[in-house]
């Protein structure tokens, strides 16, 4: 007998909000060390943490102006953390009903998306750049 969860599922996501969720690794500064024989300086530590979260939310604008150009009204958010686990406490933060993931397509068993497939309390779709 074939299962009716993902109809319904399905069914109730044409009344969802749709999340546009970044999580922004921790980013390893260990060569400004190495680049100046000295502990990085905090300003510059500080700078470039700024910059990247700059950087992201201009791109998560990006995303929700495409989908509201396509009349889908989304939210955009961002956290600095592990992906791996940033993304599956959003899942449950925000009730997600649906979480679907970008891939790389590398195959990384310990990848972002193949935790979340094992992890995440929804149903979750990896979706990967056509070759």
């Excluded at 260990?30 to 950087?55: D, H, R, V």
């Excluded at 992906?83 to 009903?97: G, R, S, T, W, Y």
């Excluded at 970008?102 to 979750?124: E, F, M, T, W, Y």
């Amino acid at each position: 007998m074939l299962s009716t969860g993902p109809l319904k599922t399905l069914a109730t996501l044409s009344a969802s909000q749709l999340f546009i969720f970044n999580a922004q690794p921790l980013a390893n500064l260990a060569y400004l060390s190495a680049s100046t024989y000295a502990p990085a300086p905090l300003g510059l530590i500080t700078n470039l943490q700024e910059n990247q979260k700059k950087l992201t939310l201009a791109l998560l604008e990006k995303a929700k102006d495409i989908c509201a150009k396509h009349g889908v009204d989304a939210e955009i958010m961002t956290e600095v953390g592990d992906p791996k686990d940033k993304i599956c406490e959003a899942v449950e933060k925000f009730n997600i009903q649906l979480l679907i993931l970008g891939s790389h397509g590398r195959g990384a068993i310990l990848s972002a998306s193949d935790q979340c497939v094992h992890n995440a309390k929804c149903p979750v779709l990896v979706v990967r750049k056509p070759a």
